[in-house]
């Protein structure tokens, strides 16, 4: 029961509903099988079919695709408490390729494992729900980003976004966070050249609103990186609606 209480995902959980003892029990048992995954080796590839499903429970993940040209655009990055694959299991097939980025432990959740997590605990399903239409609101929010953001407000959006993400579970701030993303991860995720993204950072330094350095994020004026970015959390819903 302790795992289950202070995991990552219970943490993210109760921003949507408050978990009974039955609940956390059933979130257990979904930790049960627990698994290790080297940095740079692929959980799963695109296309495959047959895969399970994982809940981060330590370390960071890129999911990506990839292009005929062997380009890859980064998805998203998932963090601990995220759920990793659960649309390719209901799917079958797996639509794109996920990669530690980091040594990372994760708990394998088979369909079976999900179905009857829907069939015994309903409330709970609806709060896994929550997490996966909040996934899904977030890459929404990327492609605006890509599409519409200029590269400062881009970058600034996404930082700010890591930081609310990371602090739901326990892991940051706003004063900051700690950050294994490359330059060449970011350059990825926010369709830049990592040599743009370089130049990004910089000014975003020297404007004295945040400092991404030695794998450490670092923001210095939270309330001016959000003027900047337009940053509006209304979309990570982080504040409820806390069933009970």
Not at 21 to 35: D, K, N, P
């Amino acid at each position: 029961m302790v795992l289950a209480a202070t995991s990552p995902l219970t943490r993210k959980l109760s921003a949507f509903a408050v978990l009974s003892e039955a609940e956390l029990a059933v979130l257990a048992g979904l930790h049960g099988r627990r698994r290790c995954f080297a940095a740079g080796r692929d959980m799963a590839h695109q296309g495959q079919a047959d895969q399970a499903a994982y809940i981060l429970s330590s370390g960071w993940v890129c999911s990506y695709k990839l292009q005929p040209d062997g380009t890859r655009q980064i998805v998203d990055f998932q963090v601990p408490g995220d759920f990793l694959g659960l649309r390719s299991v209901l799917l079958r097939t797996s639509d794109h390729g996920f990669e530690p980025i980091v040594d990372i432990e994760a708990a394998e959740v088979l369909t079976g494992d999900l179905l009857e997590v829907f069939a015994q605990t309903p409330r709970l399903a609806m709060a896994i729900l929550w997490a996966a239409s909040r996934d899904e609101a977030m890459v929404v929010e990327h492609l605006v980003g890509i599409g519409r953001r200029d590269a400062g407000a881009r970058m600034a959006h996404f930082l700010l976004e890591l930081g609310a993400r990371l602090a739901l579970v326990g892991l940051g701030s706003r004063e900051g966070y700690d950050c294994p993303l490359t330059q060449y991860h970011l350059a990825d995720a926010l369709g830049l050249s990592a040599v743009h993204v370089n130049r990004v950072l910089r000014q975003l330094r020297e404007n004295g609103l945040v400092t991404f350095r030695e794998g450490h994020v670092t923001l210095h004026d939270y309330r001016g990186l959000v003027a900047f970015a337009g940053f509006d959390p209304a979309y990570l819903d982080q504040t409820g609606p806390l069933l009970t």
